[in-house]
Nanobody, 122 residues
């Protein structure tokens, strides 16, 4: 069984910063891409940033230039540093990882964290 545990959310004022962390644990063979999605009230879940196993990155236009995604492969952990936060960034942030787990299958599966609330408000 694989688990993703997020931390680092909270309340921050506009212009402030937050660092989200997500650690994967359990029966893991290979972790391919890891990333962050967010879902605001009444809206669909959207991709925020993704990082491949080799370090290639993708950012949504809404966060490009103000956020940095990174990973520590030895710790099976992905981070999202968010700066100059705006009220529009308020959402539940979900960690996602594409993992080949310890089961008989060699296919990659999507695993999700439980979500962490980020609120940007004065």
């Amino acid at each position: 069984q694989v688990q993703l545990v997020e931390s680092g959310g909270g309340l921050v004022q506009p212009g402030g910063s937050l660092r989200l962390s997500c650690a994967a644990s359990g029966s893991i063979k290979i972790i391919n891409a890891m990333g962050w999605y967010r879902q605001a009230p009444g809206k669909e879940r959207e991709l925020v940033a993704m990082i491949g196993s080799g370090g290639s990155t993708y950012y949504a236009d809404s966060v490009k230039g103000r956020s940095t995604i990174s990973r520590a492969n030895a710790k099976n952990t992905v981070y999202l540093q968010m700066n100059s936060l705006k009220p529009g960034a308020t959402a539940v942030y979900y960690c996602n990882a594409k993992i080949v787990d310890g089961g008989a299958s060699v296919s990659t599966k999507d695993y999700w964290g439980q979500g962490t609330q980020v609120t940007v408000s004065s």
